[in-house]
């Protein structure tokens, strides 16, 4: 393969944001690593798939060696991969808290890791991440706290790599998405959930697409948490 060509990971890559994220980059010549735990065999050859646990760091090492056997390199970390879930906070069990750490706050640690440590011996790279508009933007119809936790805390170690790794040929940006219509939410919802939105509509899939293909463009972009959610972190 043509070590030149860009190289992206992506996270959670079997369905909704990931497979849409991993369409959108073959299409503008990216090689892609697709990784999830159902995730199975591409019949692109640009494409390498790795399935596993995104919470385990043998599997975040298992992702990058792909990267780096398959293609060379390492250009662009989306992670993608993550977990929901809304309930009052004296209701959450340790069941749901330790998946909850374990998909988003280990599985954005040990990819994000090991990926820029090829990406510092390449002398650049970017890794972009999926938080909520919920961490800036609590509602009172959403209970969610875990995510707050979770993906809040993604997005504060976001600035804080963006500004470790400034000098270094290395960018860190976020996307704070509002309610995307993916098969997680059913139809039956879509209308209660429409309405969540200042604009009054969900986000579709291609919307936070096309704002990783921004950030991955925008050289001069780092440290950035970029809202994707119809106005919802502009507030009611």
Same mark, same amino acid.
């Given at each position: =393969?043509?070590?030149?060509?860009?190289?992206?990971?992506?996270?959670?890559?079997?369905?909704?944001?990931?497979?849409?994220?991993?369409?959108?980059?073959?299409?503008?010549?990216?090689?892609?690593?697709?990784?999830?735990?159902?995730?199975? *065999?591409?019949?692109?050859? @640009?494409?390498?798939?790795?399935?596993?646990?995104?919470?385990?760091? /043998?599997?975040?090492?298992?992702?990058?060696?792909?990267?780096? %056997?398959?293609?060379?390199?390492?250009?662009?970390?989306?992670?993608?991969?993550?977990?929901?879930?809304?309930?009052?906070?004296?209701?959450?069990?340790?069941?749901?808290?330790?998946?909850?750490?374990? !998909?988003?706050?280990?599985?954005?640690?040990?990819?994000?890791?090991?990926?820029?440590?090829? =990406?510092?011996?390449?002398?650049?790279?970017?890794?972009?991440?999926? !938080?909520?508009?919920?961490?800036?933007?609590?509602?009172?119809?959403?209970?969610?706290?875990?995510?707050?936790?979770? %993906?809040?805390?993604?997005?504060?170690?976001?600035?804080?790599?963006?500004? /470790?790794?400034? %000098? %270094?040929?290395?960018?860190?940006?976020?996307?704070?998405?509002?309610?995307?219509?993916?098969?997680?939410?059913?139809?039956?919802? +879509?209308?209660?959930?429409?309405?969540? +939105?200042?604009?009054?509509? =969900?986000? /579709?899939? *291609?919307?936070?697409?096309?704002?990783?293909?921004?950030?991955?463009?925008?050289?001069?972009?780092?440290?950035?948490?970029?809202?994707?959610?119809? @106005?919802?972190?502009?507030? +009611?």
């Amino acid at each position: =393969m043509n070590n030149q060509q860009k190289v992206a990971i992506v996270t959670g890559a079997s369905q909704g944001i990931g497979a849409g994220a991993v369409q959108a980059l073959r299409e503008r010549g990216y090689f892609v690593v697709a990784t999830s735990r159902s995730i199975t *065999r591409s019949d692109d050859r @640009g494409v390498a798939t790795v399935a596993g646990d995104i919470g385990s760091a /043998e599997t975040a090492r298992r992702i990058v060696d792909e990267a780096v %056997k398959r293609f060379g390199r390492i250009d662009l970390l989306l992670n993608n991969a993550g977990i929901f879930t809304a309930k009052p906070f004296t209701q959450f069990g340790e069941a749901d808290f330790e998946a909850n750490i374990s !998909t988003n706050l280990a599985g954005f640690f040990h990819i994000t890791q090991a990926a820029v440590a090829v =990406m510092e011996r390449q002398g650049s790279g970017h890794v972009v991440s999926i !938080t909520t508009s919920l961490v800036d933007h609590p509602n009172s119809s959403v209970p969610s706290v875990l995510a707050s936790l979770t %993906k809040g805390g993604i997005a504060a170690a976001t600035r804080s790599l963006a500004i /470790e790794y400034a %000098k %270094k040929g290395i960018r860190f940006n976020a996307i704070s998405p509002g309610i995307i219509k993916t098969p997680m939410h059913p139809e039956a919802t +879509h209308d209660w959930l429409a309405a969540l +939105h200042p604009v009054g509509h =969900m986000g /579709e899939i *291609r919307d936070i697409v096309e704002a990783l293909l921004y950030l991955d463009s925008a050289s001069f972009v780092t440290g950035e948490i970029l809202h994707v959610d119809g @106005g919802q972190g502009a507030g +009611h």
